[in-house]
């Protein structure tokens, strides 16, 4: 089986490329490298420079590399951005998935997997675990863009035959090895390691939420195990029928709160003595967003095995990582979207 990872060179794509050749999988790897990093790829494993929306390429790509299954994870995934631009997400998130969907229907690929997310959900209807059965109402178009992608994958495996799976990633953390970390500045964890390493207190956005502390509560899971995922849900499209779509949450089923998160995170960066500041609420976050992991476990055999100390302690050692390769390179945004 050869594998084509569109988006092989970000963040979790890396991971999942790592965990797949570490498993035995032929890798291929497209990226246009606009925030991933070449070097991330593992040895061996070609990379393919170009962009998703470019249907020449891709044909090259998958008859070249007699390609068996792509899984698809290149996006734009700024929430903001994406309020202020919708189009551009739009184009990246939907468009550039349908020109990658007719190449895959074209050669005649039997197997999709896509990077899909916990903001297809938007804000759950209450503090229960949310199950791929609750209702998704994305609150911004980021959240939007996923939720079409899905749609799209769906449709697309059950008019031309292709067994699908749709992975929804709650709150990506950590990293496998230094090299590999996330060197965005959207995601909390990454956020507050950087204001601990300034001295500066992490912010936290309202304590009024009706959770024991009055922090917003999330699911955060290591990308070691989002890329453990994947392989698993690989090796079931391997046998899973024509035409068939497993939609899946890949979370830890445990929650943690942003005071929580703050405290561990001062205390990875020796920094106990800064307490974390209150801020004040974002519009439209909801109080608690834990998955139900019970389908990843009966139908994939995923459980999250890494906790959030493990996340930020890895983070940690990602961020020193990355800095001192930006002072190497003197290029304090290499690789960076910003
Ligand atoms: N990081 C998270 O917490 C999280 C949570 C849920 C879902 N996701 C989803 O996971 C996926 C990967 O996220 P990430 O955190 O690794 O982000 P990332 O920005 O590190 O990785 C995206 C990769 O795709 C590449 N890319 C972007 N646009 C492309 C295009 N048009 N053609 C080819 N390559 C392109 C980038 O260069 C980059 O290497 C995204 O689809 C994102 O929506 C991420």
Same mark, same amino acid.
């Given at each position: 089986?050869t594998?084509?990872?569109?988006?092989g060179?970000?963040?979790?794509?890396?991971?999942?490329a790592r965990?797949m050749t570490a498993?035995g999988e032929s890798v291929v790897a497209?990226?246009?490298?606009?925030?991933?990093?070449?070097?991330?790829l593992p040895e061996g494993v070609p990379l393919?420079?170009?962009?998703?929306?470019?249907?020449? =390429? =891709?044909?090259?790509?998958?008859?070249?590399h $007699?390609?068996?299954?792509?899984?698809?994870?290149?996006?734009?995934?700024?929430?903001?951005?994406?309020?202020?631009?919708?189009?551009?997400?739009?184009?990246?998130? /939907?468009?550039?998935?349908?020109?990658?969907?007719?190449?895959? *229907? +074209?050669?005649? /690929? @039997?197997?999709?997997?896509?990077?899909?997310?916990?903001?297809? &959900?938007?804000?759950?209807?209450?503090?229960?675990?949310?199950?791929?059965?609750?209702?998704?109402?994305?609150?911004?178009? &980021?959240?939007?863009?996923? =939720?079409?992608?899905?749609? =799209?994958?769906?449709?697309?495996?059950?008019?031309?035959?292709?067994?699908?799976?749709?992975?929804?990633?709650?709150?990506?953390?950590?990293?496998?090895?230094?090299?590999?970390?996330?060197?965005?500045?959207?995601?909390?964890?990454?956020?507050?390691?950087?204001?601990?390493?300034?001295?500066?207190?992490? #912010?936290?956005?309202?304590?009024?939420?009706?959770?024991?502390?009055?922090?917003?509560?999330?699911?955060? *899971?290591?990308?070691?195990?989002?890329?453990?995922?994947?392989?698993? +849900?690989?090796?079931?499209?391997?046998?899973?029928?024509?035409?068939?779509?497993?939609?899946?949450?890949?979370?830890?089923?445990?929650? *943690?709160? *942003?005071?929580?998160?703050?405290?561990?995170?001062?205390?990875?960066?020796?920094? $106990?003595?800064?307490?974390? #500041?209150?801020?004040?609420?974002?519009?439209?976050?909801?109080?608690?967003?834990?998955?139900? #992991?019970?389908?990843?476990?009966?139908?994939?055999?995923?459980?999250?095995?890494?906790?959030?100390?493990?996340?930020?302690?890895?983070?940690?050692?990602?961020?020193?990582?990355?800095?001192?390769?930006?002072?190497?390179? @003197?290029?304090?945004?290499?690789?960076?979207?910003?």
């Open positions: 089986m594998w084509l990872i569109i988006g060179a970000g963040y979790i794509g890396a991971h999942v965990a498993a497209l990226d246009d490298l606009s925030s991933g990093v070449a070097e991330r393919v420079r170009g962009t998703v929306a470019d249907r020449a =390429l =891709l044909d090259r790509t998958l008859a070249e $007699s390609v068996d299954g792509v899984v698809h994870l290149a996006a734009r995934k700024e929430v903001a951005e994406s309020v202020a631009d919708p189009l551009l997400y739009y184009r990246e998130n /939907v468009h550039g998935l349908t020109v990658l969907l007719e190449a895959v *229907v +074209a050669a005649g /690929v @039997g197997r999709f997997l896509l990077s899909s997310s916990a903001a297809v &959900y938007g804000t759950p209807p209450d503090d229960a675990p949310v199950t791929e059965a609750t209702p998704c109402r994305p609150v911004n178009p &980021y959240g939007e863009t996923k =939720l079409a992608g899905e749609w =799209l994958v769906r449709a697309t495996g059950a008019a031309h035959g292709l067994a699908t799976s749709c992975l929804r990633y709650f709150n990506v953390a950590g990293t496998a090895l230094p090299e590999l970390a996330d060197r965005g500045r959207s995601n909390v964890v990454p956020i507050f390691l950087e204001r601990l390493a300034r001295g500066e207190a992490p #912010v936290i956005n309202g304590d009024g939420y009706p959770t024991p502390d009055g922090t917003c509560v999330r699911d955060y *899971v290591h990308v070691a195990d989002v890329a453990a995922a994947h392989l698993a +849900a690989a090796r079931y499209l391997t046998t899973a029928p024509a035409g068939s779509d497993l939609t899946v949450n890949i979370g830890t089923g445990t929650g *943690v709160s *942003v005071r929580e998160l703050a405290v561990l995170a001062a205390g990875a960066m020796g920094r $106990s003595d800064i307490e974390p #500041v209150v801020g004040p609420p974002r519009a439209g976050d909801p109080a608690r967003v834990v998955a139900a #992991v019970d389908r990843a476990r009966e139908v994939l055999g995923f459980t999250a095995a890494h906790d959030m100390r493990e996340m930020i302690a890895s983070a940690r050692e990602g961020r020193l990582a990355t800095v001192s390769a930006q002072v190497t390179t @003197g290029n304090e945004s290499a690789g960076q979207r910003g």
